[in-house]
């Protein structure tokens, strides 16, 4: 099978892409537009083309991650084709591939299973207070230092379930339903996926000569998380 | 022909919403970034308006943030989807409520998926059989956390013991309204409204009294852009955006924004930190930023709640000039205690961006 194939085998293909006529509605309306070189126009008129070598060029591209996935081109498309699913499809096809290990914002997607990946298997959900602080996210603001300082106290004063195994927000999630999702993602190809991901950033880090270990303080992640 | 166009009109506004027996599911964002918002909406469906929801302990993620990065298969959020669903029947309820805009949206799309590609809706009932032993049912009503107070805006109306006008001068308070782009932009026909003229914030605007701000950038995504925010060095991408809207919205000198997405909330709230601290520019009157609420927080107000129980404390974006203006009566001293009203210090104060 081509890799012209495999994509549109995907069936976010089949609801994001008839017959693009090249108005550029989408580029028009698109948030990551009006901040970069990013053109959904260009993108979906490059899949269209349904050239391997187009393909490609566009798998091992920094452009496919560019897209926000806000969805507002679905709505304003005058031919009912939804870039962001294209681009959801391309991404797929890019990690599979392996691909997206030549392009600076495709290897990103280690940072990310580093932090929202493996915070739903840890705590449930993506995103948890305890990983959340102000060298990682400084916008969070003194506020969030504040929070931070006197979580316990604070959490407590507000009725949370922080730290406890009962209903309500930031509890502790039942090892159940942690098995649960970890099974999950066993039985549909995101545990291979992280896997994957892990493997190439190992051997990224390797040939670039950089520190590289399991926790979030090594040089490797740093310097897909914040360069 | 005319009426045949209004009527087609009028359904997009027509939307079904259960009426009670509600399984609420949590957001990743909003429970740690506004950690007392979602208890404020129990509290309002549950005890002011006498309605059964049910606040599951085996809840999880949808896992659309992971999935909108590019980081997880389609195979995978459906089949954590059909697991939330199969919880949800094993608690004996069928109308599913979310508290996450995003959510929404992938619930509405693995639904619509499901429905259209009927493999997929074959494969992952076995995924999850052969994973977790679980079998579901599909929802019977699926609706976010905001249109049900939209359903009840007028019982909350009546309850009410402010309502969105100055306290001084009786004038409404100009209200900007966010709907998160996954709201409607996807499926236009699931949301209130639908994408072009959502109604689900405005109308409680209009029924609590105050007045809609409409102004260029209204419809503009909050810049959100999963990855782009997710990840530190894409993150220029977010803030632009939002610089975009509130550079718009600032010629129309709004007293206040509500968002129904916890996430838009939190960026709208964060980014006017950021870009006063960055660029010395700020939104609100007199050096502070336009105070942003989440609706249940805008509703816990109304209803007379402490804003400090409420965790309004925690917005960066200080909300003392929005409690001035309802005239709503508050301990000033209250705001930076924790149990037993033991002090607990004020956070430092930024440079640019006055707060209190």
Redesign the interface.
Known sequence: MTLVERLRAD??M??GLKACINCGTCTAIC??A???DYDPRMVVDMVQENNEETLIALLKSDTI??C?????C??RCPRENVPGYVI?AL??LS?DTGYFMEST?GR??F???R???EH?LKY??????DE?NTE????????????QK?KE????????S?GK???????I??E??LR??K????????TK?FEQIEQYARLNARQEGIDFDEGNSCEYFKK???? | MKALVKNKNWQAYQKEIADDHYYFARSCIRQNIFPAAEDVFLKIIGTELGKDIFDDVRQTTCTGIAYHSGLLPFETTMTVVAHQFALMNEAGYENFVCSCVTSFGIYSEVLETWAFFTDTLKNTREALKRSTGKTFKIPRNLVHASDVIFKYREEIAAKAKYRLVNAKTGEPLKVVDHIGCHYAKIFPEKGIGGAEYPYVLAGLIDEWGGEQVDYPERRHCCGFGFRQYLLKSNRGYSVANSKKKFDSMKPYQPDLIISNCPGCTFFLDRWQYTIAEIEGITYGANGFGIPVLTYEELAGLLLGYDPWDMGLQLHQVTVEPILDKLGIVYKPEGKYRGLNNVCLGKPVMPEILKCI
């Open positions: 069936f976010r089949v609801e948030p990551a009006g901040v970069s991650w560019r926000g996935e806000c969805l507002s679905k709505t959801q991404r797929s990690i914002q990103k997607q940072a990310l299973k932090t929202i990946g739903i449930g959900y993506c995103v948890h207070v959340v990682m996210f400084p916008e969070q603001g003194p506020v969030w230092d504040w929070l006197n106290q604070v959490l407590e004063r507000l009725g949370t922080y195994q009962q209903s309500g927000s930031l509890r999630i039942p159940e339903s649960n999702l099974r999950i993602f066993d039985e549909t190809g995101a996926r897909m998380y914040e360069k």
